[in-house]
């Protein structure tokens, strides 16, 4: 293997092993970098995060945290508000395609009994 070859592989083993943090515990390391009861240096060490990291998430939580208070009402919606839509989206797809079929068959039989039925 040569050396680029062994770099490219390391780099994607590290990708793919890169720790995940969820959003409660970014917000728990902001907000203890915010009380200030030990350096920003000395807690991305005990995380082992980057500082620019911490940098980021601050920025980011801050920033949320001002729109939100000027009255910005645009949210994401959380897992179970998508679930909820997802399976209303399905039950109406649903409701429109037996509407579809029950249109159709009533197209077709009373074409068949020679009547018409006008689409304007």
Same mark, same amino acid.
């Given at each position: 293997?040569? /050396? ?9 083993? +590290? +990708?793919?092993? +890169? ?16 009380? #200030? ?10 995380? #082992? ?16 945290? $001002?729109?939100?208070?000027? #009255?910005?009402? /645009? ?20 409701? /429109?395609?037996?509407?579809?079929? +029950?249109?159709?068959?009533? $197209? ?13």
């Amino acid at each position: 293997m040569s /050396v680029s070859n062994i770099t490219k592989r390391v780099k994607e083993i +590290r +990708r793919k092993t +890169r720790r995940k943090f969820s959003s409660e515990e970014k917000i728990r390391i902001v907000l203890e970098g915010l009380r #200030g009861e030990c350096s920003i240096a000395e807690l991305c060490r005990r995380e #082992g995060i980057n500082s620019n990291l911490y940098y980021r998430w601050s920025k980011d939580f801050l920033e949320a945290g $001002k729109r939100r208070l000027a #009255g910005d009402t /645009v949210r994401e919606a959380n897992s179970d508000e998508v679930a909820g839509l997802k399976k209303e989206n399905q039950d109406l797809k649903q409701a /429109v395609a037996e509407l579809y079929l +029950r249109n159709d068959w009533l $197209k077709k039989s009373l074409t068949g009994q020679g009547m018409t039925l006008d689409d304007d």
